[in-house]
């Protein structure tokens, strides 16, 4: 059966997903530490803005690009933190077809808000960054820690974002207003435009329209890169990695990330359980009949651990229902979260032993 050290040690592509506030970010550092500690040249995107991977990382802060972080392994280790709006720059930058086309699109105040605050955009830069690192050829695996949603295929679709809206029949209009077979059409969507202007203001209006008009000519390379990432996405070598955790919230959460991850044809190649509550030389009925003979702290205590665990057990079973072919780890509950380079290391020890 397939490890998950297995895992690390043959995919180029690691996309750990699932809910916030269950160790996703940790994980998905931990997997790329347990590659560089196999020889292999792994770096990590964390969409994560808190300090504490940095810090357990040994640097002061992560930036778009990678950084390097020195540590006892035979290959290299890299982390950067998603950086939506530079990401989007330099996607910009990249299929414009001059650098004063960039610039304009750059300067556009419809782009600014857009790159930051459209819905979407965060999942799309993070694929886009995916993309990237992977077929720049300096790295045997990238992982990607994604952003926490419910919906899995908001990440899967990511890469069709960009090119609904140029392929969308307004965006059409506006960037062709003199085609003779649109003008009929041009000037039921002028009215549109003058209504939504005393709406939003006239200014707002233009800057959308000056925008979808500077991407002429930029279109077939958004559609190509996208198709790329979809092939690169449902390829062998990449791994949907769902981290969870034994609470029963997340539980329903996780099963209905595996369920929308199946509707599209994907399924999960392993399944972290983090902070399961470790196992007891006594069984539950053992536990509770030692606590009714000898009242007290300690016994109850030792009770009521048991009784959490045969439900921690209960929840994963049910979990694990949902993805029978996947790989299974857990990762007990630590005495502390990770703070330092020797916390991750002990998880990623955790994920591939």
């Known amino acids: 059966m397939t490890t ?9 592509v690691v996309v750990c997903c699932g809910t916030g506030g269950v160790g996703k970010t940790t994980t998905a550092a931990a997997t790329a530490m347990a590659a560089a500690a196999m020889g292999r040249r792994a770096a990590v995107v964390t969409i994560d803005p808190a300090k504490r991977l940095a810090d357990a990382l ?7 690009d990678p950084t390097v972080i020195d540590g006892p392994w035979s290959g290299t280790l890299a982390a950067l933190m998603l950086d939506t709006k530079a990401t989007f720059d330099d ?9 004063e086309q960039a610039e304009t699109i750059l300067a556009n105040r419809f782009y600014k808000n857009i790159s930051t605050s459209l819905s979407g955009t965060q999942d799309y830069m993070a ?15 990238v992982v990607v820690d994604t952003p926490p949603t419910r919906d899995a295929l908001a990440f899967l679709e990511a890469p069709k974002l960009l ?20 003008r009929a059409v041009n000037r039921a969507a002028g009215s549109v435009v003058r209504q939504l202007s005393r709406v939003v203001g006239a200014e707002v209006v233009d800057d959308a329209i000056e925008f979808f008009q500077s991407f002429q000519g930029m279109e077939e390379g958004f559609r190509e890169r996208a198709d790329a990432t979809l092939t690169l996405l449902g390829a062998d070598a990449t791994a949907f990695v769902l981290v969870a955790s034994p609470r029963a919230d ?30 007891l030389s006594v069984d539950l009925s053992r536990a509770q009949q030692m606590a009714g003979s000898h009242p007290g702290g300690g016994t109850q205590a030792l009770a009521d651990h048991a009784a959490a665990a045969v439900g921690d057990d209960d929840r994963i079973a049910d979990l694990l229902s949902s993805a029978p072919e996947a790989t299974v780890v857990r990762v007990p509950l630590l005495p502390s979260d990770v703070h330092d380079i020797d ?5 990623a020890t955790l994920l591939t032993d």
């Open 91 to 99: 996607v910009v930058r990249h299929h414009a077809t001059s650098d």
């Open 163 to 182: 090119t609904r809206l140029l392929d969308n029949t307004i965006y059409k209009i506006l960037i062709s207003p003199s085609q003779g077979v649109l």
């Open 58 to 64: 040994g640097i002061s802060e992560l930036g778009n």
């Open 250 to 279: 997340t539980i329903v959460e996780a099963k209905y990330f595996l369920d929308r991850l199946g509707k599209a044809d994907l399924d999960a190649a392993a399944v972290i359980v983090n902070r399961v509550l470790p196992a």
């Open 127 to 141: 694929v886009e960054k995916l993309a990237e690192l992977h077929s720049s050829g300096d790295w045997d695996l």
């Open 343 to 347: 916390t991750l290391h002990h998880i």
């Open 4 to 12: 998950y050290r297995d895992l690390v040690e043959g995919c180029e």
